[in-house]
């Protein structure tokens, strides 16, 4: 907790009007009251969240839908982020027209731009613009909000507040996956997601256009460490000659002590971001779940995060220190990032291993972020309460700037990904309907084909062609081995050569001498060998082992010819042309997303030396006595001004 003393704000303004646009409370209000302004922007901030997110949840279907590249979904994020990152400065600037005002103009613009925008974007071009429009909104907004609880929240409680607030983007992605993972298989269609999220966030916004106010200036610019600060930081409002403005805001939150901290959180939230945008893409991609299946999985990060917040945010109130809960969040946070890394190259991990990654990562990313979160609005507070807008903007502009960077770079790192989500969607459906011709078209190799092509004589090629769609059709070792063997032997060729009356002969009655001279002297003419050599060639073809190399080849030989024209021209065309691509990229897709789960652990390490930036006591005892000592300093305030 800090206990810098403040200086006072001339205020000057007398009580504060009621009405839907002066919101100001020139008094602090009572617990009930103050609870039911803090609920309303923490029920705001989720559905802030809830639709800047509910993109995430259908992104395979917009990226279909509206012809776009996954590279060019990826870019509409980024310039969604940043504009965002300029609106957040923005919206330090535009504090003068009030927080509660930027937070209900802003819910009414986003919903419609939910509802009725975005679904009816007939191209990915008014879809980027659309989407733009929204961000510079959010940006805005979310900036607002934050500041609202600070003011609302006193020190002792900061935590709790602030775990509340941090629980916008957490149950905004839950909301966005338990919805989606809940009815996409009733409403197929991706603008139901929209029009669900749309009509929830123009009622939150009539609720927050009739129930949210916000503090005066000369209440909200001081610094209130308990509820035991209320009398004084009153009585400080009404003076209004006791203190002079402070200047220089941006001056003082560009500085190591704010920026450090607001960059560490940054870095430290790209596995979170990328969850958010990505993770529905990337568990199709690379595990093949459908988007129902991994929103599902994605539901166990943000429960538990949701959790931890709460949770923490408490217990850091009740102990009076963040610093631990920042470095021991950090290093849980860190070993399960890692885990889930390694498992990205590992096909066969469960859905439930993924599951217990994302607990570990997401408690310890709640109990991090919540107490950062605290300590920074704390930090801001010990520079200059007056300056919280300011300092609040500069986070969320380094927050958003920060993902703007980290969006281009993800591009570069995972370019497999574009070429499944735009050229896989097909080839994943001619798998499902023709999975076995699929498997033999895909598993042979092309190279070899041709050469049979080429030369049917070829038996080594044909041979292992032939073992290729084996192989593709689940045979066992044993009988490709019989196949092979036919093949590489003759046997097969010569089954061929000999005339279907002539070998029906034979199996009639095998002592026909005349049948039997038949087919020697058909064999010797179609595979240009000696009597003898025919002679023992016809022998073999009586061997039951034979037999059955016979009927395998020749049932393999028939799938391979059928294959094509069971999958049809137009899809043999599309996948002879970009079957290739697709395969080496369903292969190199696992490890270029390993890479950027790397990137996301090495922001997580990178955010636990920039605690020390930070306001507030390591130790909670320590922290007890600050709490004591300015509890005494606020009694003599208190005392002196009515002595005057």
Same mark, same amino acid.
């Not at 733009?132 to 600070?150: D, H, K």
């Not at 050469?451 to 070792?477: H, I, S």
């Given at each position: 907790?800090?206990?810098?003393?403040?200086?006072?704000?001339?205020?000057?303004?007398?009580?504060?009007?009621?009405?839907?646009?002066?919101?100001?409370?020139?008094?602090?209000?009572?617990?009930?009251?103050?609870?039911?302004?803090?609920?309303?922007?923490?029920?705001?901030?989720?559905?802030?969240?809830?639709?800047?997110?509910?993109?995430?949840?259908?992104?395979?279907?917009?990226?279909?839908?509206?012809?776009?590249?996954?590279?060019?979904?990826?870019?509409?994020?980024?310039?969604?982020?940043?504009?965002?990152?300029?609106?957040?400065?923005?919206?330090?600037?535009?504090?003068?027209?009030?927080?509660?005002?930027?937070?209900?103009?802003?819910?009414?613009?986003?919903?419609?731009?939910?509802?009725?925008?975005?679904?009816?974007?007939?191209?990915?071009?008014?879809?980027?613009?659309?989407?733009?429009?929204?961000?510079?909104?959010?940006?805005?907004?979310?900036?607002?909000?934050?500041?609202?609880?600070?003011?609302?929240?006193?020190?002792?409680?900061?935590?709790?507040?602030?775990?509340?607030?941090?629980?916008?983007?957490?149950?905004?992605?839950?909301?966005?996956?338990?919805?989606?993972?809940?009815?996409?298989?009733?409403?197929?269609?991706?603008?139901?997601?929209?029009?669900?999220?749309?009509?929830?966030?123009?009622?939150?916004?009539?609720?927050?256009?009739?129930?949210?106010?916000?503090?005066?200036?000369?209440?909200?610019?001081?610094?209130?460490?308990?509820?035991?600060?209320?009398?004084?930081?009153?009585?400080?409002?009404?003076?209004?000659?006791?203190?002079?403005?402070?200047?220089?805001?941006?001056? +003082?939150?560009?500085?190591?002590?704010?920026?450090?901290?607001?960059?560490?959180?940054?870095?430290?939230?790209?596995?979170?971001?990328?969850?958010?945008?990505?993770?529905?893409?990337?568990?199709?991609?690379?595990?093949?779940?459908?988007?129902?299946?991994?929103?599902?999985?994605?539901?166990?990060?943000?429960?538990?995060?949701?959790?931890?917040?709460?949770?923490?945010?408490?217990?850091?109130?009740?102990?009076?220190?963040?610093?631990?809960?920042?470095?021991?969040?950090?290093?849980?946070?860190?070993?399960?990032?890692?885990?889930?890394?390694?498992?990205?190259?590992?096909?066969?991990?469960?859905?439930?291993?993924?599951?217990?990654?994302?607990?570990?990562?997401?408690?310890?990313?709640?109990?991090?972020?919540?107490?950062?979160?605290?300590?920074?609005?704390?930090?801001?507070?010990?520079?200059?309460?007056?300056?919280?807008?300011?300092?609040?903007?500069?986070?969320?502009?380094?927050?958003?700037?920060?993902?703007?960077?980290?969006?281009?770079?993800?591009?570069?790192?995972?370019?497999?990904?574009?070429?499944?989500?735009?050229?896989?969607?097909?080839?994943?459906?001619?798998? +499902?309907?023709?999975?076995?011709?699929?498997?033999?078209?895909?598993?042979?190799?092309?190279?070899?084909?041709?050469?049979?092509?080429?030369?049917?004589?070829?038996?080594?090629?044909?041979?292992?062609?032939?073992?290729?769609?084996?192989?593709?059709?689940?045979?066992?070792?044993?009988?490709?081995?019989?196949?092979?063997?036919?093949?590489?032997?003759?046997?097969?060729?010569?089954?061929?050569?000999?005339?279907?009356?002539?070998?029906?002969?034979?199996?009639?009655?095998?002592?026909?001498?005349?049948?039997?001279?038949?087919?020697?002297?058909?064999?010797?003419?179609?595979?240009?060998?000696?009597?003898?050599?025919?002679?023992?060639?016809?022998?073999?073809? *009586?061997?039951?082992?034979? +037999?059955?190399?016979?009927?395998?080849?020749?049932?393999?030989?028939?799938?391979?010819?059928?294959?094509?024209?069971?999958?049809?021209?137009?899809?043999?065309?599309?996948?002879?042309?970009?079957?290739?691509?697709?395969?080496?990229?369903?292969?190199?897709?696992?490890?270029?997303?390993?890479?950027?789960?790397?990137?996301?652990?090495?922001?997580?390490?990178?955010?636990?030396?920039?605690?020390?930036?930070?306001? *507030?006591?390591?130790?909670?005892?320590?922290?007890?006595?600050?709490?004591?000592?300015?509890?005494?300093?606020?009694?003599?305030?208190?005392?002196?001004?009515?002595?005057?």
């Amino acid at each position: 907790m800090t206990t810098t003393p403040v200086p006072v704000l001339p205020d000057g303004s007398p009580a504060a009007r009621r009405g839907l646009w002066n919101r100001q409370l020139s008094h602090y209000p009572d617990t009930g009251l103050r609870y039911l302004y803090l609920a309303i922007t923490v029920l705001s901030t989720v559905v802030l969240y809830y639709e800047l997110y509910v993109s995430g949840s259908v992104a395979t279907q917009i990226i279909t839908e509206l012809g776009m590249s996954f590279s060019y979904f990826v870019w509409i994020s980024v310039a969604g982020n940043a504009v965002g990152a300029f609106a957040s400065l923005f919206a330090g600037l535009a504090d003068r027209w009030g927080r509660a005002n930027l937070v209900v103009g802003g819910l009414l613009a986003t919903g419609l731009i939910i509802l009725v925008g975005l679904p009816h974007a007939p191209n990915g071009v008014a879809y980027l613009v659309l989407y733009v429009l929204l961000s510079f909104v959010e940006g805005v907004v979310l900036v607002a909000t934050p500041a609202l609880i600070r003011d609302f929240s006193p020190q002792v409680g900061r935590g709790a507040a602030m775990g509340f607030w941090t629980l916008g983007p957490v149950l905004g992605s839950l909301v966005v996956t338990t919805v989606s993972s809940n009815t996409l298989d009733q409403h197929p269609d991706w603008r139901f997601q929209f029009h669900v999220c749309g009509v929830v966030g123009l009622v939150v916004f009539v609720a927050a256009l009739l129930g949210l106010r916000e503090l005066s200036p000369a209440l909200r610019d001081q610094l209130m460490v308990s509820m035991r600060d209320r009398a004084l930081v009153e009585a400080r409002a009404k003076d209004a000659g006791s203190a002079s403005e402070p200047g220089g805001a941006w001056r +003082q939150m560009l500085s190591l002590g704010i920026v450090g901290p607001a960059v560490a959180i940054s870095v430290f939230l790209l596995l979170y971001y990328a969850l958010v945008g990505f993770a529905v893409v990337y568990f199709a991609t690379t595990f093949g779940y459908s988007d129902q299946r991994a929103n599902a999985l994605v539901n166990w990060y943000w429960a538990f995060n949701a959790i931890s917040l709460v949770v923490f945010g408490l217990l850091s109130d009740k102990l009076r220190v963040r610093k631990p809960f920042m470095v021991l969040g950090g290093l849980i946070s860190v070993v399960g990032t890692v885990l889930f890394a390694v498992a990205a190259t590992r096909p066969d991990t469960g859905y439930y291993d993924f599951a217990l990654y994302f607990v570990l990562g997401s408690v310890g990313g709640g109990m991090a972020y919540v107490a950062w979160m605290a300590s920074f609005t704390e930090t801001v507070e010990k520079r200059n309460p007056a300056a919280t807008a300011v300092g609040l903007a500069v986070w969320g502009w380094t927050l958003r700037l920060v993902v703007t960077l980290s969006l281009v770079v993800l591009t570069f790192i995972v370019p497999a990904t574009s070429t499944l989500v735009e050229k896989g969607a097909r080839i994943t459906a001619v798998q +499902q309907e023709h999975p076995r011709q699929f498997a033999i078209v895909t598993g042979i190799d092309s190279a070899l084909a041709a050469r049979v092509r080429q030369d049917p004589a070829d038996r080594n090629a044909l041979a292992e062609l032939l073992g290729q769609v084996a192989t593709a059709e689940g045979a066992g070792p044993v009988q490709i081995h019989r196949a092979q063997s036919v093949v590489r032997g003759g046997q097969l060729a010569a089954a061929q050569t000999v005339a279907p009356a002539t070998m029906a002969a034979i199996q009639a009655d095998p002592r026909d001498t005349a049948a039997q001279a038949d087919a020697v002297k058909q064999i010797t003419a179609g595979l240009g060998v000696d009597r003898a050599a025919a002679v023992k060639l016809l022998a073999g073809l *009586g061997d039951p082992g034979t +037999q059955q190399g016979l009927r395998l080849a020749v049932r393999y030989a028939a799938d391979l010819k059928a294959a094509p024209t069971a999958i049809g021209k137009r899809d043999m065309a599309y996948l002879t042309a970009h079957g290739a691509e697709v395969a080496k990229a369903a292969r190199d897709n696992p490890r270029q997303w390993q890479t950027w789960w790397w990137v996301c652990v090495a922001g997580q390490l990178l955010f636990l030396p920039c605690v020390f930036l930070m306001a *507030g006591r390591w130790n909670p005892r320590r922290a007890r006595e600050d709490e004591r000592a300015h509890d005494a300093l606020v009694d003599r305030e208190l005392a002196a001004l009515r002595e005057s």
